[in-house]
């Protein structure tokens, strides 16, 4: 199985919307509504931000959201804060085990 | 709220084997599943396999012939071991909580992360 796919940088301004993109296949991100996506600041652990596409746990910010179209899903952060800046992660079911994309770094610029 | 501690070696040679433990405190032990899951530096993230309470087992199938997770009921712990180490091996491991409230394969909840290296 190969990672999904995320850009490897993204950027923008304080207050400004970025989207994330994560490219799987019809066996992954296209076959299952089971996409999750994960914030890691350096020298931490991986926090939880969105599971099932676009569902956020609890104490999360609503300028976090996702969407899923064919075999690619999106994450995007609204009104971009300084905190912002971190990497992303996505993951999605597969029926072998779950996957990870390669990772996007947000630079708030 | 449910907290992840783990522990273990950090260095280690080719050929030996990575032995890990987290244990869980805050509830859940037996209703959830639990992860492994590993990030080689700089690189992205990498699932190994998991578990539940009664000892339900499931692995990456690219990791599965040198894996082996348990658990221990009464300890709420459950352990990671590796077999084989090469230097590819090198990264940060962590341990996870997938809960039962959400889909599949979410982790909600991290452990504070190992570093281990694989070095002669």
């Known amino acids: 199985q190969s990672a999904l796919t995320q850009p490897a940088s993204v950027s923008g301004s304080p207050g400004q919307s970025i989207t994330i993109s994560c490219t799987g296949t019809?066996?992954?991100?296209?076959?299952?509504?089971?996409v999750s996506w994960y914030q890691q600041h350096p020298g931490e652990a991986p926090k939880l931000i969105l599971y099932?596409?676009?569902n956020r746990p609890s104490g999360v910010s609503n300028r976090f959201s996702g969407s899923k179209s064919g075999n690619t899903a999106s994450l995007t952060i609204s009104g971009l804060q300084a905190e912002d800046e971190a990497d992303y992660y996505c993951?999605?079911?597969?029926?072998?085990?779950?996957?990870f994309g390669g990772g996007t770094k947000l630079t708030v610029l | 709220q449910v907290q992840l501690q783990q522990w273990g070696a950090g260095l280690l040679k080719p050929s030996e084997t990575l032995s890990l433990t987290c244990a869980v405190s805050?509830?859940?032990?037996?209703?959830?599943?639990w992860s492994w899951i590993r990030q080689a530096p700089g690189k992205g993230l990498e699932w190994i396999g998991d578990?539940?309470?009664?000892?339900?087992?499931n692995y990456n199938p690219s990791l599965q012939s040198r894996v082996t997770i348990s658990v221990d009921t009464s300890k709420n712990q459950f352990s990671l071991k590796v077999t084989s180490l090469t230097a590819a091996d090198t990264a940060i491991y962590y341990c996870?909580?997938?809960?039962?409230?959400?889909?599949?394969?979410?982790?909600?909840?991290w452990g504070q992360g190992t570093l281990v290296t694989v070095s002669s």
């Open positions: 099932d596409v676009n």
């Open positions: 993951s999605s079911y597969t029926n072998a085990s779950p996957l």
């Open positions: 019809s066996s992954d991100v296209g076959g299952y509504d089971y």
């Open positions: 805050g509830g859940s032990f037996g209703t959830d599943f």
């Open positions: 578990i539940n309470h009664r000892g339900t087992s």
């Open positions: 996870a909580r997938e809960p039962s409230l959400y889909g599949y394969y979410v982790f909600d909840s």
